[in-house]
């Protein structure tokens, strides 16, 4: 077949990710995927939620959003809400 007639893929206005950041070591694939798959006119958003699976490794859960931040990637990060609870 002829790829060169092939459209892009859509890009899109929201992406929503629930709980993935967990998972440390797919921290930039996953920004990788979702650069590639955001609109490009900067008018794109991506919302995270999540809880720390282990509260010992938050500060690599957060580590997500400082990569995130990255000229390489280039997101903003504004945080909306937070609610602490206690471990079940």
Request: glycine share 4%; with cysteine.
């Amino acid at each position: 077949s002829n790829t060169n007639n092939l459209n892009p893929p859509p890009k899109f206005d929201i992406i929503i990710l629930a709980d993935v950041i967990f998972n440390h070591v797919s921290h930039r694939e996953l920004l990788k995927t979702c650069r590639a798959c955001i609109r490009e006119d900067g008018q794109g958003q991506i919302f995270v939620v999540f809880s720390h699976h282990k509260p010992s490794l938050m500060h690599k859960d957060l580590a997500f959003f400082e990569m995130a931040q990255e000229s390489s990637f280039g997101f903003r990060c504004d945080k909306i809400m937070e609610k602490m609870m206690t471990p079940m």
